[in-house]
């Protein structure tokens, strides 16, 4: 028997599977396709570095999810997921990056066996890990299916969180804390980024007190001066340099949930532009939380920030934050609602967004963010308690 | 003016553009849009987290390739692609994650504007970066084109290496011996899990002497116990205990260049079925060696380990190996061909593989591996000088 670990209660998942059941009655689907690690976890607690093949959860609107991969994964399954061993399936290895068959023909023969042959199956079409030939190849196989473009149905029961999910975010931002302070503390001149990051990555795994450390959907990004200005770098083994900005794009995670928080050092004495974009920068987010408040919507947040760019007359486009939680690698965003102002996603107690109003100019970037949690009354609340300010270090 | 830092010589580049197109015309491609990060990487020089967003390189028959991607990223490709600025194009932020728009709607105006709305274009079909859905709206947008399943068409290019990146394969492997022995030497019993899976990142990323450390395209796998059994578990914070393997799948990585290796830790006195098939192992790699010549095929190796496996009376099925060089996440593999006893790849000099003939059992896992180089005549040469052997620590 299998000693099982799971980062939740049974209700808690029961909460979710109910929740995804009720959006697939609304979109017509009578057996959901999961290929989105995230989604995989949430609903089934599987975890392990196996996306990389084709594997996924099939969730009907009776019994059991059932979680189907590839046969040496399915042992991960059985020792992760919460289901029993009968719900966990697994495929041969020679259609492994085969030229010659796809996993998706094994696939096709489940469904075909669950008597699903004819039913209206719901695929994530935009999702990494649901390919172009994926999507040929089963289709192909179930001509007598109807295929529905379940993208983000899953993505968006994770909007609002439970109680329970709230304490892990709670937990990884403690992490953050550790990476950020970690990170200001060490950056001086002449360090080579690669030995900064390094300290980044032993302070983010060690953890803090029993919160171990797990790693984040998206690495370490530490870029310094003009390197700054593109905002997604990642380090090489250059020297830290006097007269430079670096900043810092990182997060605490704790069993796969999120709390992502940026601060940007200066070396030495920060440019007038820079200092004048720092006040802004602050002053727009505590404008921004401030409208970060339910019953408000995510284009509010964003609005509130950017009427405080206008008056210090700095432009901006673009998105400024997105929800957290879980996640896996390529990216640690929900990929539903946005801060931006063209979304207007109605703001309810329970969600979690990183509000990333970072500036990317032209000769440096400047970023300074917090991972925030709606509540029942009052602004949102940052989950860390890092100084809000640019670190500078002369 | 940007300053680049490029990885590889003008000629490296130029070579991998002629082959590609050789391939594309054996192909019948005009115009091939390739989306796996490592592709583009290894065409174009571009280095950046930003895979989780659209982005891809278009390469026709004639001119330099062009780099498309998001805005922001655009300015990380002026900073990291050889290419002039004029061949770096950049789409606006509201096309990214979009319920409204599609990015691949921006793409498909910049095909027309090349005036290659009727081409011939190849697409990379399997990949982890070009969703099913990406392909639905491209196909959509472009209804003249004709599509060509392109996969794997600018990997299969990448199998043989040249001598500069031999030179960065050699410098990843310095830093996996360093990772590896850490690994060993800091493991013990009591000692908690993400503890030691944070100095194995401390010591990859900081490298060795000038190298310095990138991050691997599959972050360490380090189960123990059972929890070997499964092949791709990650990390958790319990403790190390007498008693039990561990398995370390790791890899240093060179600016993007890999050269995984595997080893195994026993705390306490392993049992006899695991040093019987730690003998298996390491004699059927032996063997798998001297069956790595160039002229032998892919399958020669395999049935070389398994003769000798079977006359240890040890069952096991499987792939045991791929080819390894440049990569991002979630794969180290490079996707082509497999050491397996169905893949008959003919064995060229330069040719750079992970061989990796794991065994994982009923109650324990057992990881010995090599990175190898196909040379011009005689055995396959071992990347690294780590023992190689199933490390005891009493």
């Known amino acids: 028997m299998t000693q099982k670990d ?18 697939m009655e609304a979109h017509g689907i009578d057996l959901l ?27 009907g609107m009776e019994g059991d999810p059932i979680w189907w991969g590839r046969y040496m994964d399915m042992l991960g399954g059985r020792r992760t997921c919460w289901m029993t061993d009968a719900n966990i399936l697994g495929y041969a290895d020679n259609f492994v ?44 196989e179930l001509p007598e299916a109807t295929f529905v473009d379940a993208t983000a149905v899953v993505n968006w029961q994770r909007l609002v969180k439970s109680d329970e999910e709230i304490a892990f975010i709670r937990k990884a931002a403690r992490i953050s804390e550790k990476v950020i302070e970690t990170a200001i503390e060490k950056s001086e001149p002449g360090l080579r980024k690669n030995e900064l990051v390094a300290e980044i990555f032993h302070a983010g795994i060690t953890g803090v007190d029993e919160i171990w450390g797990d790693y984040p959907a998206i690495l370490p990004l ?37 709390a992502p928080l940026c601060r940007t050092v200066f070396l030495g004495t920060p440019p007038a532009d820079m200092i004048e974009a720092e006040k802004a920068q602050i002053e727009g987010i505590e404008a921004g939380l ?3 408040r339910a019953g408000n919507r995510t284009c509010d947040i964003a609005n509130a920030f950017m009427s405080v760019l206008q008056k210090y007359g700095i432009k901006r486009e673009g998105r400024m934050g997105y929800p957290v939680g879980v996640s896996y690698p390529p990216d640690w965003g929900e990929r539903t609602a946005s801060i931006r102002t063209e979304d207007d ?34 602004p949102a609340q940052p989950f860390c308690t890092t100084p809000r300010k640019l670190f500078v270090k002369s």
């Open 345 to 378: 996603t109605i703001l309810e107690p329970g969600m979690v967004f990183h509000f990333m109003p970072a500036l990317w100019m032209e000769t440096w970037g400047l970023e300074t963010t917090e991972t925030i949690l709606i509540t029942a009354d009052g």
């Open 222 to 258: 530490t870029p310094s001066g003009e390197d700054a200005t593109a905002a997604h770098l990642t380090w090489n083994g250059n020297e830290m340099r006097a007269g430079e900005a670096t900043f810092f794009e990182l997060s605490g995670v704790y069993r796969r949930y999120h």
């Open 290 to 292: 401030d409208a970060a």
């Open 33 to 59: 396709f999961v290929t989105d690690p995230s989604n995989q976890n949430w609903l089934t607690a599987y975890d392990g570095w196996s996306f990389y093949v084709h594997q996924g959860v099939l969730l």
């Open 6 to 23: 799971l980062p939740f209660s049974q209700a808690e998942f029961d909460r979710r599977i109910a929740q995804t059941r009720k959006s």
């Open 97 to 140: 990056q085969s030229t010659e068959r796809h996993a998706m023909q094994d696939l096709a023969v489940q469904i075909k066996e669950m008597g699903l042959a004819k039913a209206r199956i719901g695929v994530e079409m935009e999702n990494y890990y649901y390919s172009a030939k994926a999507h040929a190849v089963l289709t192909q």
